[in-house]
């Protein structure tokens, strides 16, 4: 059906719409007209994100978020989400001896924890036949980060099993900036979940020193 609406366990509906959290709606992606100097040609999937895998996903109401509505958005807690809450980064150079060792041991977990909630594709859509033969794979949580990254940058596949390396939709637009804001926040939150440790945050890097 090409919906991307789980159940949130904690109300069993779709998106937590019992509870009001969110509801199961069409996906709305931008209009605006691509600039001459892409060769789109409907083979790279990531062309109309993401309407070749999906067309209908949750869509979160207030201060909730998540791919089933079940979580807070950044900077809330509380089981309404409704408590703010400050975590602080800290420098990387100024991380204590004990501090840099959890830094690690929780990235060494991550890399030993197999992703309760996400898959990756391991295929294009077109190589699954249009979704009849899913090509889909359980990674850990570290790699899931690293796939991501590297999906969003890649080549784009176009006719003929060519490719073109001339575009990089992490790096070299506007979105440099917030995509990775979110790439790591999101990181930071699933570490939080793999460890159960909500105050853990990733550190920063002062990138003028």
Known sequence: RKECCPIWPTDNSSCGEASGRGTCQDVVISNAPVGTQFPFSGIDDRENWPFVFYNRTCQCQGNFTGYNCGE?????????????????????????????????????????????????????????????????????VYDLFVWMHYYASRDAFLEDGGVWENIDFAHEAPGFLPWHRLFLLVWEREIQKVAGDENFTIPCWDWRD
């Open 72 to 140: 807070c958005k950044f900077g809330y807690t509380g089981p309404n989400c409704d408590i703010r809450r400050n975590l602080i980064r800290k420098e990387i150079f100024k991380m204590t001896t004990a501090e840099k060792d959890k830094f690690i041991a929780y990235l060494n977990l991550a890399k030993r924890t197999i992703s309760p909630d996400y898959v990756i594709s391991t295929g294009t859509y077109e190589q699954m036949g249009n979704g009849s033969n899913p090509m889909f794979a359980d990674i850990n």
